[in-house]
């Protein structure tokens, strides 16, 4: 995934946590406090289960997912 912040009138990619495999994160909403803190709310989405074959897929679960960044250090607050 890919996040960008405005900062002083340039888009800038700020970096993102890692996501485990069969799961992905689908941030909605940013508040920004400063250049170095922001919250983020959103979801998470767990893929669960074994095909049984190329017909079938894995069974999604869907959870809260509230982060936090503060100086370089991502928290999941939520999920």
Sequence with gaps: PELFHL?????????????????????IQTAFLSPDEFW???SAIWWTGIPIDVSSAYTPTVTPLIVHYKDGV???VES
């Design 7 to 27: 900062e002083q009138g340039k888009w800038v990619q700020a970096n993102v946590p890692a996501v485990q495999h069969r799961r992905a994160v689908n941030i």
């Design 40 to 42: 983020g709310v959103g």
């Design 74 to 76: 991502w928290t999941v």
